[in-house]
C-alpha cells in the first residue's frame, strides 16, 4: 500500500485527468503553446536550475555520458520549445469515431477514441522529457504523473512549475502535470503500484529501470526495452545497395535503440560480401566480432563472445554470422532479437514476404536503414517511446497510442431476454 | 527466475506460436473442427475425469456454487463443442491491413494485425474454459498457456489433451495448447513470470487470482476485473421504461459482471420514482440498501453500510442513492464504479452525451440494460473476457483483442540521412 502523500500524487493526477478528458482542442493548444512561451521567458532561470544539477552532478562523479544527457543548453531549450509547438499543431485524436454497428435488437454500438487518463512515466538524467513527455499526454488527453533522476531534481521541478503555470493560464488543471518532488527509489516504486490512479506506466531509461518496473509495478505497463536490430542480407541481395544499409544502419547514429547491432548473410554471398562489409565497417571505426563462418572469411573480425549475438552494443560495435538459408536466417534472428526492428535487404519478392512473416518484431524493414523505425520518420510528430511488447501498441508511440477505446450502446428501452 | 521445468513450458508454447503464426485458416479451422468432433467422440472419457474431479472436490468440502461451476454435464459438453465450432465460422482477424502510409522519402509504411504469440489463462473451476479459451486462442494465431485450478486438474488434462490431439490431427504442433499439469500456487506464480515466453496473461477469477496477478506477474496482462455498474435514472427518464430496464439490469442473472450493482436517482423524479422501484425489486427478492435521501422515499431500503457503495454484491442485493443533479451522478459513478459499465436512462440527448463523454468506463449504455456488455450481444461471436483497464483492451474481448499489430517498411534502398 503506497504512502498518503503518494496516493494523494495519484489522485491529484486522476481528477485533473477527468477535466483534461473533455477539455476541447484549442484549450489543450492554448496550454501547449503558453507553455513554449513560457519556457522561452524563463530560459534564465531554467538554465540556473540546470547549472545547480551539473555542479552538484560532476560533484558526485556523475560519468560524461549521463552527464552529457543532463545537460540543458539553449538548443536544447530550443528543442523543446519547438517540440511542444509541434504538438499543438498535431490533429486532436480524441473524439474519433473508429467503428460502429447497429445489433439485430436495434442496440447501436459505437466504439470511440478517448484518452487514457492518467500516463505515468519515470525517465532518466534528460530533463526535456518532462516537457516533451507532457506535451504528448495533454495533447492526446492524459494527464501525466512525471517522475524524473535525482540528477535532474532542479531542472525538472523548474520545468514542471512552468508547464503547470501554463496549464492554468490556458483554464486547465495544474494537476495535468503532476511531478514527483521525490526522486528517491522507493517512491518510485510506491508510484508504480497506483493501480487506482495509474492508467498507464511507460519507463524511459536502461535495463535497471526496466528490471525494477517488471518487478515492482502492479499498473499496466508498456516495455520500451532493448533493439537488438539485424540486417539480413540475403542470397539475392543488392550488394553494393547492401553495403551503404549496413554502414548507414551500424554506424550514423549508435547509441539510439534502432541502430543495428548485428549482421546476418547468406551464405551464398558471404565469401564476397563479408570482406566488403567487413572492410567498410572497419575503415567507420567498427569493432567486429563473428561466429567461425565469419571469420573465416576477414581477418577484420574477432571471435564473438558469450551473449554477443544477443548484446545490444550501443556503440561502434557489431556482430556477424554467416547462415545457410532463408530459414536459419530467421530462426537467427527471432533467437536473438528483441523484438524491436529486423532487416531484410533482398530483390527476391519470395523471400523478402516470408522474412516480414515469420520475423516476430514491432517494424519490418525490406530494403532500408533498421534507422526508420522512430516517430518522426513514421510522419507521427512526435514519440513518447518505442515500444517493444505486443499488448497495446508496437513500436512507435506517438499521440494515437496514448489513447484508448470506449462503448458506447444507444438504446431505446431494450433489456435483456433469457 | 522461474526453475526450468516452467520455463521449458513457456519455451514449447513459444516454438508452437511461430508456426500457429503463418498457419493457413483452413489448417486452423481444421483443427478446431477437429477439436470439437474429438470432444463429442471421447465424451464419457470426459466426464469420468470430471466425475473424479467432483468427488475429490466434495471430499474437500467444496462449497455448491464452485461446484457447480466445476461439473461437467452432457449439455455443457456440447456447448463447448458449439463453441469451437462458432470460432471456426468466425472470420481469422489475422493477415488484416489496418493502415498504411507513403512517406516523402518512398518508405512505404504498412501496418497489418498478427498474433499475439503466446497468452497464458490462468482460470478457476469451470472446465469449459479450458476449451473455450483454447479455441479462441487458436483462431487468432496464438499458442494458448493454460492453467486451470486443481480442483478441475483431471477435467481439464482429459480436455487438454483432446484438443493437444486435435491440434496434430490438423497438422499443427500438439504445443498450440500447453497445460500447466501443476496447479501448485508456486507455479503459477512462476508462469506469470515468464517474460521471454508470455505475450499477454489474462487471468479469469476471483478478486484473489486478480491481486495475485498484480503482485506476482511480470509480463503483460489484461485484467478482467470486478464490475460495480450502475443505473442513474435522469430528472428526463422516461419512468416506465427506467423501471423495466432498472429490475432487468439487477435481476435478469445477478452473478455476472454486467448485472447491476447500484441504482443512482436524478431527486427530482425521485419522489414519485424510488418507492416504485423499490415495491418491484423487492417484489423480485432484491435487498435494497441506500443513502439517508433513498431510505426517507422507501421503508424497503435499508441503511448502506459503509463500502457498500463500492461493493460488486453478485447477488440479489442494489445500493441506491439519490443525487441532486447530472454533476452529481456523474460524480457518484466515476467514485464507485469500477470501469466496466454504466447506464443513463434519459431523453434528455445533452444529458446522454454528457454522460456517455464524462463517465469513464469500457461501456456507456444509453436507455438499456447494463446486461448488454457482452461478446455475444456485441455480436463477437465468442468472448474471451471484458477488460476493465484501458491498455490494449477496453470492454468484450473477442478475436480482435487477442491479436496486436506488425509494421512492414518496404524501401528500395533508403539509408538515414543526418
Not at 469515431?97 to 525517465?123: A, Q
Not at 530467421?330 to 536473438?336: A, F, G
Request: glycine fraction near 8%; aromatic fraction near 4%.
Amino acid at each position: 500500500m503506497p504512502d498518503l502523500q503518494v496516493i494523494e500524487l495519484g489522485r491529484r493526477a486522476k481528477a485533473a485527468s477527468r477535466i483534461l478528458a473533455t477539455a476541447t482542442t484549442e484549450q489543450k493548444n492554448d496550454a501547449l503553446l503558453a507553455a513554449a512561451a513560457l519556457l522561452g521567458e524563463r530560459r534564465s532561470g531554467l538554465l540556473a536550475a540546470n547549472h545547480d544539477d551539473l555542479r552538484a552532478a560532476e560533484a558526485d562523479g556523475l560519468e560524461p555520458g549521463p552527464l552529457d544527457r543532463l545537460r540543458l543548453t539553449g538548443s536544447r531549450l530550443e528543442s523543446m520549445i519547438e517540440g511542444l509547438q509541434t504538438v499543438a499543431a498535431l490533429a486532436d485524436p480524441i473524439g474519433e469515431v473508429l467503428d460502429g454497428w447497429r445489433r439485430p435488437n436495434g442496440l447501436v454500438i459505437e466504439r470511440g477514441r478517448v484518452p487514457l487518463g492518467v500516463v505515468c512515466i519515470i525517465y532518466e538524467n534528460r530533463p526535456n522529457v518532462t516537457s516533451d513527455a507532457f506535451g504528448l499526454c495533454l495533447k492526446a488527453g492524459n494527464a501525466a504523473l512525471l517522475r524524473g533522476s535525482g540528477s535532474a531534481l532542479r531542472s525538472n521541478r523548474a520545468i514542471a512549475a512552468v508547464l503547470r503555470a501554463a496549464c492554468e493560464h490556458a483554464g486547465l488543471p495544474a494537476d495535468c502535470l503532476v511531478f514527483v518532488d521525490d526522486p528517491s527509489h522507493d517512491t518510485a516504486k510506491q508510484v508504480m503500484r497506483l493501480t487506482e490512479y495509474i492508467d498507464c506506466l511507460i519507463p524511459r531509461g536502461g535495463p535497471a529501470l526496466i528490471q525494477s518496473v517488471r518487478d515492482h509495478a502492479t499498473v499496466p505497463v508498456i516495455i520500451d526495452g532493448d533493439g537488438n536490430c539485424h540486417v539480413y542480407v540475403d542470397a539475392a541481395a543488392d550488394l553494393e545497395e547492401a553495403l551503404r544499409i549496413v554502414v548507414n544502419a551500424k554506424t550514423q547514429r549508435t547509441s539510439v535503440c534502432n541502430a543495428a547491432e548485428s549482421l546476418v548473410v547468406h551464405q551464398s554471398v558471404a565469401d564476397h560480401f563479408v570482406p566488403i562489409v567487413a572492410n567498410a565497417l572497419v575503415e567507420h571505426g567498427v569493432e567486429l566480432v563473428g561466429d567461425a563462418a565469419a571469420r573465416r572469411l576477414s581477418a577484420q573480425i574477432q571471435p564473438a563472445a558469450a551473449g554477443d549475438f544477443g548484446r545490444e552494443f550501443l556503440s561502434l560495435k557489431m556482430s556477424v554470422a554467416v547462415v545457410p538459408d532463408l530459414d536459419a536466417a530467421i530462426e537467427h534472428v527471432n533467437l536473438y532479437g528483441t523484438g524491436h526492428t529486423e532487416a531484410i535487404l533482398t530483390r527476391d519478392l519470395a523471400a523478402a514476404r516470408r522474412f516480414a512473416r515469420e520475423v516476430d518484431a514491432a517494424a519490418i524493414v525490406v530494403n532500408a536503414s533498421t534507422r526508420f523505425t522512430d516517430g518522426a520518420e513514421f510522419g507521427f510528430g512526435a514519440e513518447i517511446g518505442i515500444s517493444t511488447q505486443k499488448l497495446h501498441a508496437r513500436g512507435p508511440m506517438g499521440l494515437r497510442e496514448l489513447t484508448t477505446y470506449k462503448y458506447t450502446l444507444w438504446g431505446e428501452g431494450q433489456v435483456k431476454g433469457s
